[in-house]
């Protein structure tokens, strides 16, 4: 196999970010030539920079040897961001934001070993670096407001599993994904603070018409312990959840998604999709029915840039309760 390179573009517009202009670069090929059964190798690179002056760069490596029985990854990158903190909690109810200027750096290596059919278990390391500062609205009184300044380092271990029975890990048309993570943060590690967090997400593909009909549903949940940072928190508009949300936008120690999307691959290398959903923020478990009941919705274009791996480019326009957000993307959102 030949290497292939995809990039494209992403432009993208949200009321924190403003408008940004980004790439996504990827390169997919096979290192390990006899190595047939083992998905390919990808190396992936993103940049940005918005009209805010908020600027991030990072890179991701994925390699699988030894009949896919060996996976690991490698993330690390940082930024510097010019957001809107909404709080957390019940504050977020009231839509009130503060300005935050925030940056960090994040290096994050994993690995996995196969142990049962197409069950993976394994550890990963993360380390996260952020300084942050909290400054009064512009227009008012900044005289009552002191500016919260924080810069601290996490380090922590974790333990991961995922069961992984897909046809494929950019654009799955068969199978069950099911990840499963945890992350334990400590001073013992080399940190400045205690704190713990657990994500589930329930991933399940079938399709219909040789593969051009495709039916992707998606659970997720997430929680983290009390004492956890307010940046750090689980929030909606970070990741595959609840499309058409600004970052932060609602934030507290626990966030539960479910979701389903129909991918139809109507001519050629074109497709369409549409999507609903809906989720949750909450204090914790026994709060779920205090929660604010977050819906989700949206529809989007594919091409199929490499059949043989099916590697597409995406472009999706998502819905909530409030904004809408623009997604351009390689590979599918889950």
């Known amino acids: ?121 394994g550890a990963r390391y993360r380390l996260f670096w952020n300084e942050a500062v909290l400054s009064p609205p512009e227009d008012v009184d900044p005289a009552p407001f002191v500016p919260i300044e924080t810069n601290l380092l996490h380090s922590g271990f974790g333990a991961v599993a995922t069961f992984d029975s897909r046809d494929n890990r950019f654009s799955a048309t ?28 329930v991933n399940y593909y079938h399709s219909w018409l040789q593969k051009r009909l495709i039916l992707a549903t998606r659970g997720f949940f997430t929680i983290a312990t009390a004492d956890t940072p307010a940046h750090m928190k689980p929030a909606v508009g970070m990741g595959a959840d609840l499309r058409g949300y600004a970052f932060g936008r609602y934030r507290d120690n626990l966030f539960m998604a479910t979701q389903a999307e129909l991918r139809w691959y109507f001519w050629w290398k074109l497709g369409a ?45 998502g819905r909530g309760d409030e904004d809408g957000q623009f997604y351009f993307s390689v590979s599918e959102a889950f």
């Open 174 to 201: 068969e199978g069950f994904y099911v990840p499963l993570g945890s992350m334990f943060y400590s001073p013992a590690f080399g940190g400045d603070d205690d704190f713990a967090n657990m994500d589930l997400a």
């Open 1 to 121: 196999m030949k290497p292939k390179f995809v990039a494209v573009p992403v432009p993208t517009y949200n009321p924190q970010l403003e408008f940004s202009l980004g790439l996504m670069a990827m390169v997919t090929y096979r290192p390990i030539k006899k190595d047939k059964l083992s998905p390919p190798w990808a190396s992936m690179l993103f940049g940005m920079y918005t009209t805010n002056s908020s600027f991030a760069l990072f890179s991701r490596h994925e390699a699988f040897w030894d009949r896919d029985n060996n996976r690991a990854e490698m993330t690390f990158g940082g930024g510097k961001f010019n957001s809107e903190f909404y709080g957390t909690g019940d504050q977020t109810s009231s839509g009130f934001a503060l300005p935050l200027a925030s940056a960090g750096l994040m290096l994050q290596p994993q690995y996995m070993r196969r142990i049962w059919n197409r069950l993976y278990l």
């Open 273 to 317: 999709v549409v999507w609903t959903g809906i989720g949750t923020t909450a204090a914790g478990l026994d709060k779920l029915g205090e929660g604010t009941v977050l819906p989700s919705y949206g529809l989007g274009l594919r091409f199929l840039a490499f059949e043989e791996e099916r590697l597409v480019i995406r472009i999706d326009y």
